[in-house]
Each structure stands twice: as C-alpha cells, then as structure tokens.
C-alpha cells in the first residue's frame, strides 16, 4: 500500500539560462518517483516517471516562460499504478521561470583598447528552447527590453570600479590613454526583485603599454638592479685582484732569485 511510503523532502528549483532542474530528497528504497508538473493555466505534465534518481530535468515542460508552475513529487510503487488510490506526493514552492531563473555568463567576443576608448563586445548566453529553424534562443529573445548589461572597468591593480550599460552587445567608455584597464560583463533584470544581477563574465585585461615595472613590480626591478650592480663591481674588480696578484707572484719570484745571483 501506498500509506507508509515516504513522501520527497527538501526540493528545489534551480535553473541558469531557462534550463531547470528539480531535486528533492531521500533516496528511494523499494519505491519510485514519478514528478507532475502543475501550472496555473496549463495541462498536467509527467516527467520522469518511475525514477530512482532524486533529481528531474523539467525543462522541456516548462516552455511558457511566464507561467507559474508547482511541482508535485510522487511516491509510488509500479505493482500499485493501476490502483485507483491517489499515491502520496510532496508539492514544491512556486516557480516563474521568467521571474526566477538565474542569467548565465556572458561571452567575451572582442575587446580592444585604442587611445583613450575601451571597446568590448560580448555574446548573449543561449537557452534550451529551439527555434523553428534549429538555432537556440538567447537570453535577449525572451527577455527583450527587460534585460540589460552592465561593464564593470578598472585600472589594472587598481580597486576603484566604474560600470557602464547597455541594451545593445558592445559598450564603448572612455580610460586613460596608456594605462591597462580589467573588466567583464554581466546581465541585470532591474524590474526583478530577487536575482537581478546575473552571472559574471570572465575578467580579462588589456595589454596596452605593459613594461616589465606593470609585469613584474618594483621590488623585482630593485633585485635585477641589486644583481646587475654586483656583476658590473665583481667584472671591475676582479681583474685588479688578479693583478695584484699576478705582479705579488712576480715580485715574490724576484726576491727569491736574489740570493743566488750575491753568490
């Protein structure tokens, strides 16, 4: 019978660029899962029917981005599915995908920094859904004019950050002429009250005007220094100690020599 199965504890939603997974706790002995996906105005749909793993990917039934979904977790055992006795389940916390899900990583296509102008462009990350066409929707095609950039930019070594934004893919700021600047990207959804600010990109850096003091630092320039100082010292006196030794040697051989020429 169904009335002593455990029912799912701890679920979760967790979901980065659309793609959403569901899991729950305790591992099953001797029964199964089965998850039903429940929205406010859409049919019930059936995910992993049968499964022993405490985790569904629920992605595909979740296509209606703006839809608020819950998750039903049955408990069940397969001698007992053509019971008419409603199996025990756990349902989860709501969930809008679009409301919810986490932005992912932008992608860094190009960066250049010439003169006084830091230019950088970046890439959209993708979602599972596919186009008609085969191609896969970007973050931007369902976000539209509620999603936006933000470039975060400092001097190399510096702490102090400046940000810009966009609703377009490049950004284009103006920096000091010569100096190297970091930076990376990262999208925001200001109408959001939880998970505004997505994912960072990676931080990279230019290489503009880079001399071995930016590379290394000062306390490496003052050891080669140290070093360079010791070789020039050591080529300039050695030569004089060998000298002196050399004219010590002779004026030692012709004191010698001496005695046996007064003979």
Partial sequence: GYEDLPTAVNITWSSINFKTILQWQPKPSGYFYTVEIHGRTSDVKRKCILTSETECDVTDVLRNVKETYTAHILSVMPAAMDNFEEPPFAVSEKFTPYSQTVIGKPEIKDYSQKGSKLNVVFKDPLTPYIYPNGSFQSIQDIFQHDLEYKLYYWKDQSSGKKDATTKSHSFEVSVDSGKNYCFYVQGIIPSRRENRNGQESMVL???????????????????LAVIAVAVITLAIVLPVVLCKRKKAKRARAVREKEPLNGV
Avoid: K
């Fill in 205 to 223: 850096c230019t290489s503009v005007g880079r001399n071995i003091l930016d590379e290394y630092g000062t306390e490496v320039f003052i050891i």
